[in-house]
């Protein structure tokens, strides 16, 4: 079951919301020392509540480059749906 932001973002004062606080700090840790260029194991941020630091998910969703995928897509299937017509443009 995925956790909703509530229950990473909003607790109670208590165990929970101290425990969520040491891991936010944990990641802040992580994030600093990767800025320092300090190596860090890369399963490292997925261990915390806020999948936003995990970086692998982070990487996976933000990374996606559609003008690399409609360019891909289109030198694997464009000359189906073209034909094998070749453009050319007269000056």
Same mark, same amino acid.
């Given at each position: 079951?995925?956790?909703?932001?509530?229950?990473?973002?909003?607790?109670?004062?208590? /165990?929970?919301?101290?425990?969520?606080? +040491?891991?936010?700090?944990?990641? &802040?840790?992580?994030?600093?020392? #990767? %800025?320092?260029? $300090?190596?860090?194991?890369?399963?490292?941020?997925?261990?915390? /509540?806020?999948?936003?630091?995990?970086? +692998?998910?982070?990487?996976?969703? &933000?990374?996606?480059?559609?003008? #690399? %995928?409609?360019? $891909?897509?289109?030198?694997?299937?464009?000359?189906?749906?073209?034909?094998?017509?070749?453009?050319?443009?007269?000056?």
């Amino acid at each position: 079951m995925a956790l909703s932001l509530q229950k990473v973002f909003h607790h109670p004062d208590g /165990p929970e919301q101290r425990e969520r606080d +040491a891991a936010m700090i944990q990641a &802040m840790e992580l994030v600093l020392k #990767e %800025a320092r260029g $300090e190596p860090i194991p890369k399963d490292a941020f997925g261990k915390n /509540p806020n999948a936003w630091v995990d970086k +692998a998910k982070k990487d996976a969703l &933000m990374a996606y480059d559609a003008d #690399e %995928a409609v360019e $891909e897509w289109w030198s694997e299937h464009g000359s189906e749906i073209v034909g094998q017509k070749e453009l050319s443009i007269n000056a």
